[in-house]
């Protein structure tokens, strides 16, 4: 049973703490959710997927941006992979996932006032946060590496020899350093917020704490997570980005699955599917 909304001010959403295999069990539940969506859940990974081709054929020439983008990428996964949430929640609900569910998911943000607490709007404004974030890297990135480079670093081979394996040069330490510093409090604000903001009508604030207390409870089970994210979309870059198409939807699943084990916030008033 939910709280009157006067108390829910008061409330916050309990966290668990899970085992450290716990992310392999999200891996496995990500995958059956994959199989059975289908060419629907595929489609996220294709988008991407060509998305990423569409930077990689525009910047192939400015590898100083290509990097950054690239890493980006990773801080505005959360949002892009909304309607996978979606998917996800309404196959745990016994619904149908087909078109509209995802029409539904994207396009109802239009159905809430734009103050209304917990409405659809949080997932806006906390969309554009990340997207913000993810330029601010791109932008800080390029800067890092044009300025200290000792070459101009255009292709992924000049990156190779004066970034990574620069002698006497410890740009590249600086380069993942000064994205992890950005990276680490990013992940920890929205590993669990998107999914929950999605799932309940929660205000902005209460899901960015509530995430970083998920964070806090389990530090060792999210070191993991975070790693098998990083280390699977790497595998999906390695591929010519055609890993991306299978991985992008398994993880989006899989994070699905990771707020449902890590957080009760069932106090909280549940949103309509695609509300």
Known sequence: MTAPPAELSALRPTVHVVPLSAPLQWLLLGWRDLLRCGYLSLAHGVLLAAFGLTLLVTARQHFWLLAGAFSGFLLVAPVLATSLYSMSRAIEHGGSVGWQLLRDTWLSWQQSRFMEAGG????????????????????????LITLLAAAPVNTPVDFLRHVVL???????????????????????????????????????????????????????????????????????????????????PLLGHA?????????????????????
């Open 120 to 143: 659809y709007w949080c997932l806006v404004r906390f969309g554009v946060l990340l997207a913000l974030a993810g330029t601010g890297w791109v932008l800080t990135s390029a800067a």
């Open 166 to 248: 620069a002698d006497n040069s410890s740009l590249f330490e600086a380069w993942l350093a000064m994205g992890g510093v950005l990276a680490a409090p990013i992940f920890a604000s929205s590993v669990v917020a998107m999914p929950l903001l999605l799932d309940r009508r929660i205000n902005l604030l209460v899901a960015v704490l509530t995430s970083w207390r998920v964070v806090l409870a389990n530090p060792g089970t999210m070191a993991l997570w975070a790693t098998l994210i990083m280390l699977l979309v790497l595998i999906g870059f390695a591929t010519g980005l055609l890993g991306l198409i299978v991985l992008i």
């Open 255 to 275: 994070s699905w699955h990771a707020y449902r084990a890590l957080v009760d916030a069932s106090a909280f008033p549940e949103r309509p599917r695609g509300r």
